[in-house]
């Protein structure tokens, strides 16, 4: 079974620009989860999608991130303005119907803002 | 708000010992609990996970307790081997939404 792919790997902007990262969960998996890792830090829940429905996102910078989980399947995380302490690890993983039941990590994005 | 956390930020082991991670979490509802491995540069990796109504679970060389009690959670692995190094994290179902603690790291010494 593949696992979770993201993209790009890493990624390096200035403060101030956007930047935007792809998550293709696994197949027939229904949540999908967005995490922010700073470093030396546990993973930080940003929003939580059931299909294409927003479980969760309390913890999303609205004023400067967005998400979007179109037809229920990949999700795009965007960031615009970035600032400096944006600078993290993002992580995408999904589950097969919800936070009961396992969650697959991907790699994750290094973001580096400068 | 509640979450979850671990109580040592560091723990190191002798090569061949057996290691134990301990986690306190403080949401009663919780009922699904998780533990992941990440490596360097390397997304969470699932370790093993148990529900409420357990108290004990095995895996391959780990073991998982829970005690509902004192809301305490930790992670036994048996015979570490220097590829146990990593950092450690324990994952709950906080109302419906997958949480995360600070983490463990852990160093095997050959």
């Known amino acids: 079974e593949a696992g979770v792919a993201q993209s790009p790997r890493y990624k390096i902007i200035e403060k101030r620009q956007s930047v935007a990262f792809w998550c293709n969960p696994i197949?027939?998996?229904?949540?999908l989860y967005w995490y922010q890792q700073i470093l030396g830090q546990g993973p930080k829940l940003l929003i939580q999608?059931?299909?294409?429905?927003?479980?969760?996102d309390s913890q999303l910078p609205k004023d400067r991130f967005s998400a979007e989980r179109l037809k229920g399947v990949d999700s795009t995380l965007k960031i615009q303005p970035a600032k400096l302490e944006d600078s993290a690890v993002y992580l995408c993983?999904?589950?097969?119907?919800?936070?009961?039941?396992?969650?697959?990590f991907g790699q994750g994005t290094r973001l580096t803002v400068v | 708000g509640e979450s979850v956390g671990l109580h040592l930020p560091t723990l190191s082991v002798q090569e061949g010992d057996n290691s134990i991670i301990n986690c306190a979490y403080s949401?009663?509802?919780?009922?699904?609990f998780i533990w992941y491995k990440q490596e360097s540069g390397k997304g969470p990796q699932f370790i093993i996970d148990?529900?409420?109504?357990?108290d004990k679970r095995q895996g391959q060389r780990v073991t998982v307790l829970l005690n509902k009690t004192v809301k305490h959670l930790s992670l036994q692995i048996a015979a570490t081997q220097p590829g146990d190094s990593a950092v450690y994290f324990c994952?709950?179902?906080?109302?419906?939404?997958?949480?995360f603690g600070a983490g463990t790291t852990v160093t095997v010494r050959a």
């Open positions: 994952a709950e179902n906080n109302d419906y939404k997958l949480s």
């Open positions: 993983a999904s589950s097969l119907w919800d936070a009961n039941t396992e969650a697959f």
């Open positions: 949401n009663s509802a919780s009922d699904y």
């Open positions: 197949s027939g998996h229904a949540t």
């Open positions: 148990i529900r409420s109504n357990m």
């Open positions: 999608f059931q299909n294409n429905g927003v479980v969760d």
